[in-house]
């Protein structure tokens, strides 16, 4: 397999979780916390450099071995802001950031190398569709990250942008390789123990 592009990863895990009742970062899944699964997953899928942004609950994470965390005192300002906050802090020489989402635990390194292999310089951004839907992870190039000043607002992230610029978007499908499922609820966690254990 030729060599992919250098990228780095971007995991965003600054939310409260408020429906969950506790931050998701802390929520643990099969012994490991879901932040350092994230942290993992991005790792695995071959991201340079890893850079975790955290804001409520952010004392108690414990280290992220091969990961630069990231501190968002205005996390409560929603996910837009903790994604404009972890593409501020990366180096100044990366291209691009795969992003990914703290509580989608099903999430693959075989996604994110996908994603990675779609980027081929220039403005695309590569995006994770699962039955024809887009979600997780995203390959956001440098060159689109100052658009996000106007639609990474409150709890938006890249979605209303892909939408109004349709040209930026390549799709990469991803259903065979696992799931962007959101883990808002205990109740979501367990049906993923479930079906781990089926």
Do not use: N
Not at 3 to 17: K, Q
């Amino acid at each position: 397999m030729p060599d992919l592009p250098v990228t780095a990863g971007l995991l965003l895990a600054a939310g409260a979780g408020r429906r969950y009742g506790r931050p998701k970062a802390l929520v643990e899944l099969d012994g490991e916390s879901l932040v350092r699964r994230g942290v993992r997953l991005l790792s695995d899928g071959g991201c340079a450099i890893v850079h975790v942004v955290l804001g409520a609950g952010a004392d108690e994470v414990p280290d992220l071995p091969g990961a630069v965390s990231v501190r968002h005192d205005r996390w409560f300002e929603g996910m837009g802001s903790s994604l404009r906050r972890g593409l501020a802090s990366l180096p100044a020489d990366v291209p691009a950031a795969v992003v990914a989402l703290v509580d989608q635990p099903l999430l693959s390194p075989v996604a994110v190398r996908r994603v990675r292999g779609a980027y081929a310089g220039g403005a695309a951004v590569a995006v994770a569709t699962y039955a024809g839907r887009p979600g997780h992870p995203v390959l956001l190039p440098r060159e689109t990250w100052p658009l996000l000043d106007g639609y990474a607002i409150g709890d938006r992230g890249a979605r209303d942008l892909l939408r109004d610029r349709p040209d930026l978007v390549v799709e990469v499908p991803c259903d065979d390789v696992g799931s962007s499922v959101d883990v808002d609820t205990p109740a979501d966690l367990h049906r993923l123990r479930t079906v781990s254990d089926a």
